[in-house]
């Protein structure tokens, strides 16, 4: 069976820096893209950040451009994402998510997400 | 960046209907847009890719078509399980961008 599952979420303080992680199970994980979508309380769906299946190239939602990194270690099986600088506005259920194919398409397996929550 | 738009954002409807959703896309994303359901307290789980293509284990029910930047998302007859949000997905232009959801509720 195919499964995400995140890792690294808590309560942060503003300002401070906060890093991700998910292990991928039941898949060949360095054939896919690989993303990062985060839901606030009570809101839709935001993408984050995406990567491709071998980490030539990323992408990143204009709200965390500069200050988020995604990256991943395919020998590990493993999505992380880097984040600084973190804002109130950034506190939100994150998702990882495996894409449908090497570079960004549709996703197609979702973990169950760890809850980031920036306040002081 | 590439916008897309839901309509409507809640939908009230009764067992059996007929639900049909909306996503239009602010410019042409060809026919590379997904849809997937959220049920209360679980992840997002893909529906449809590529416009049209059911996921695997989806039942036939659930449809997707389109026409130029509209997509149509159509339940055919409503299960107590499709009562959920809706959310729209596209992969053109700058890497991926979602719509802000459609909410399926019971009438």
């Known amino acids: 069976e195919e499964q995400l599952v995140e890792s690294g979420g808590g309560l942060v303080q503003p300002g401070r820096s906060l890093r991700l992680s998910c292990a991928g199970t039941?898949?060949?994980?360095?054939?896919?893209?690989m993303h990062w979508v985060r839901q606030a309380p009570g809101k839709g769906l935001e993408w984050v950040s995406g990567?491709?299946?071998?980490?030539?190239?990323?992408g990143y939602a204009d709200s965390v451009k500069g200050r988020f990194t995604i990256s991943r270690d395919n020998a590990k099986k493993s999505l992380f994402l880097q984040m600084n600088s973190l804002r109130p506005e950034d506190t939100a259920l994150y998702y990882c998510?495996?894409?449908?194919?090497?570079?960004?398409?549709?996703?197609?397996?979702w973990g169950k997400g760890t809850t980031v929550t920036v306040s002081s | 960046d590439i916008v897309l738009t839901q309509s409507p954002a809640t939908l009230s409807l009764s067992p059996g209907a007929r639900a049909t959703l909306s996503c239009r896309a602010s410019?042409?994303?060809?026919?590379?847009l997904a849809w997937y359901q959220q049920r209360p307290g679980q992840a997002p789980r893909l529906l449809i890719s590529?416009?049209?293509n059911r996921a695997t284990g989806i039942p036939a029910r659930f449809n997707g078509s389109w026409s130029g930047t509209d997509f149509t998302l159509t339940i055919t007859s409503l299960e107590p399980e499709d009562f959920a949000v809706y959310y729209c997905?596209?992969?053109?232009?700058?890497?991926?961008?979602f719509g802000g959801g459609t909410k399926v509720e019971i009438k």
């Open positions: 039941g898949f060949n994980f360095d054939r896919y893209a």
């Open positions: 990567i491709t299946w071998n980490g030539g190239r990323t």
């Open positions: 590529d416009a049209s």
């Open positions: 410019q042409s994303v060809g026919r590379f």
């Open positions: 998510t495996k894409d449908t194919a090497p570079a960004p398409y549709y996703m197609d397996v």
């Open positions: 997905q596209q992969r053109s232009g700058n890497w991926v961008t």
